[in-house]
């Protein structure tokens, strides 16, 4: 016992501070400018998903709720796709969460569209799809939201007006796989977070199937706690109740916590090309929709 006390305060010192550092380093900075330059046409964007589902009446469109800052006001769509042979399964889709993180709404722009123009695609899976979670950072090109707020680390204190929308919706449903999309700024390849699973056997898959495409993975992504593993973070259930009580926890987290079992996340390197970027995106989601077909 005398030395298990000290070996329990030191975990205990460890877990305080990382907590501190996690609290500080979660995002965020002071609004912004309500004249910030638009640099993305968000109704554009809509339209252009709008037109393609019109004539599929097995493709659904949700408004979940008004993002406004201002005279800036949009849409949180979600698009959702079912009713064609009895799916099976229940998937949600996301992305550009992040703002400057494009890559993933285009992925799931052109997935609608390829759904819409073949509707045998994945017959055994229902589809709820919301491709800019966060609209006003989307459009202007930025990380946060107006108010300067990291939504992706608000899923535990609920401060910010996107979060309250996606939990609101998302609280009454439960999936059998959530896939998120991001992209980082200073890797310099992909990797995927895996959320508190019994094994790494799809996660290496996608691994080696993107290094075969000649994709570079990533081996150091800076972390308070969790290390990559030659492109996979393998987040343990312990770590996404404590990103919970330090109150930073990810769109993510909440999702593998209270709507999932099955729940990734994609990163793809900004320095890369757009074209670079959107394949690894769709070839990462479309692997773990085929692995859930095969269930």
Request: hydrophobic share 40%.
């Given at each position: 016992?005398?030395?298990?006390?000290?070996?329990?305060?030191?975990?205990?010192?460890?877990?305080?501070?990382a907590a501190i550092s996690l609290s500080?380093?979660?995002?965020?900075?002071?609004?912004?400018?309500?004249?910030?330059?638009?640099?993305?046409?968000?109704?554009?964007?809509?339209?252009?998903?709008?037109?393609?589902?019109?004539?599929?009446?097995?493709?659904?469109?949700?408004?979940?709720?008004?993002?406004?800052?201002?005279?800036?006001?949009?849409?949180?769509?979600?698009?959702?796709?079912?009713?064609?042979?009895?799916?099976?399964?229940?998937?949600?889709?996301e992305g550009a969460i992040h703002g400057?993180?494009?890559?993933?709404?285009?992925?799931?722009?052109?997935?609608?569209?390829?759904?819409?123009?073949?509707?045998?695609?994945?017959?055994?899976?229902?589809?709820?799809?919301?491709?800019?979670?966060?609209?006003?950072?989307?459009?202007?090109?930025?990380?946060?939201?107006?108010?300067?707020?990291?939504?992706?680390?608000?899923?535990?204190?609920?401060?910010?007006?996107?979060?309250?929308?996606m939990s609101g919706y998302l609280k009454?449903?439960?999936?059998?796989?959530?896939?998120?999309?991001?992209?980082?700024?200073?890797?310099?390849?992909?990797?995927?977070?895996?959320?508190?699973?019994?094994?790494?056997?799809?996660?290496?898959?996608?691994?080696?199937?993107?290094?075969?495409?000649?994709?570079?993975?990533?081996?150091?992504?800076?972390?308070?706690?969790?290390?990559?593993?030659?492109?996979?973070?393998?987040?343990?259930?312990?770590?996404?109740?404590?990103?919970?009580?330090?109150?930073?926890?990810?769109?993510?987290?909440?999702?593998?916590?209270?709507?999932?079992?099955?729940?990734?996340?994609?990163?793809?390197?900004?320095?890369?090309?757009?074209?670079?970027?959107?394949?690894?995106?769709?070839?990462?989601?479309?692997?773990?929709?085929?692995?859930?077909?095969?269930?």
């Amino acid at each position: 016992m005398r030395h298990w006390i000290p070996r329990f305060t030191f975990s205990l010192a460890f877990i305080l501070c990382a907590a501190i550092s996690l609290s500080c380093a979660s995002g965020g900075r002071e609004p912004l400018s309500l004249n910030t330059p638009v640099v993305r046409d968000i109704a554009a964007f809509y339209q252009r998903l709008d037109d393609a589902v019109a004539p599929q009446s097995f493709i659904q469109v949700k408004t979940l709720g008004q993002v406004a800052y201002g005279d800036f006001t949009a849409p949180l769509k979600l698009y959702s796709i079912a009713n064609r042979s009895g799916s099976k399964y229940k998937v949600f889709l996301e992305g550009a969460i992040h703002g400057n993180e494009p890559a993933g709404a285009e992925a799931l722009a052109q997935f609608i569209e390829s759904i819409a123009h073949d509707p045998s695609l994945y017959p055994d899976i229902s589809f709820e799809i919301v491709p800019i979670a966060n609209p006003w950072g989307w459009s202007h090109d930025i990380r946060f939201n107006r108010d300067g707020k990291d939504i992706h680390r608000d899923f535990a204190t609920m401060a910010t007006q996107e979060a309250r929308i996606m939990s609101g919706y998302l609280k009454q449903n439960r999936y059998d796989l959530f896939l998120d999309h991001h992209e980082d700024p200073d890797a310099t390849g992909f990797y995927l977070y895996q959320y508190a699973m019994p094994d790494q056997k799809l996660s290496r898959k996608i691994i080696q199937s993107l290094k075969d495409m000649g994709y570079q993975a990533e081996q150091n992504v800076n972390m308070v706690i969790l290390k990559t593993d030659d492109g996979l973070i393998d987040a343990p259930m312990w770590g996404l109740w404590y990103m919970s009580t330090t109150g930073q926890l990810s769109l993510a987290n909440y999702a593998r916590l209270y709507n999932s079992d099955l729940v990734y996340t994609i990163e793809s390197p900004t320095r890369l090309e757009p074209i670079d970027r959107l394949n690894i995106h769709l070839k990462a989601q479309g692997m773990t929709l085929d692995d859930l077909e095969k269930r």
